[in-house]
């Protein structure tokens, strides 16, 4: 079973940064689009960002977008969330995905997800 392994959550105050770590197998890392998915208590979950399989294209909810950014590694077949500028309500379980395209994902068609990472913001 193909597995997406997230690491990197934590507790920051309001105005700094994170970085979220997703390491895939090879099989995902070269094929599939990949991005985040989070939900808070109480709210349902949510589309952040998606990269596809070449690292081309990236697409990112409005929320986010100019605060978020993607890397990749390639030798570690790992995508990067660099998260800045994170808000209170940015708080939430942020779960790892992959699926078969960038636009997929944005319509919440997701083929693996990850167990899920805390990040939490506030003072």
């Known amino acids: 079973q193909e597995q997406l392994i997230e690491s990197g959550g934590g507790w920051v105050q309001p105005g700094e940064s994170l970085r979220l770590s997703c390491a895939a197998s090879?099989?995902?890392?070269?094929?599939?689009?990949m991005g985040w998915f989070r939900q808070a208590p109480g709210k349902d979950r949510e589309f952040v960002a998606a990269?596809?399989?070449?690292?081309?294209?990236?697409n990112f909810a409005n929320s986010v977008k100019g605060r978020f950014a993607f890397d990749r590694d390639n030798t570690k077949n790992t995508v990067f969330l660099q998260m800045n500028s994170l808000e209170p309500e940015d708080s939430a379980v942020y779960f790892c995905?992959?699926?078969?395209?960038?636009?997929?994902?944005?319509?919440?068609?997701?083929?693996?997800w990850g167990q899920g990472i805390q990040v939490t913001v506030s003072s």
């Open positions: 990269i596809s399989w070449s690292g081309s294209s990236t």
């Open positions: 995905v992959a699926g078969n395209t960038i636009w997929s994902l944005t319509r919440n068609d997701v083929d693996v």
């Open positions: 090879r099989r995902i890392y070269a094929t599939y689009a």
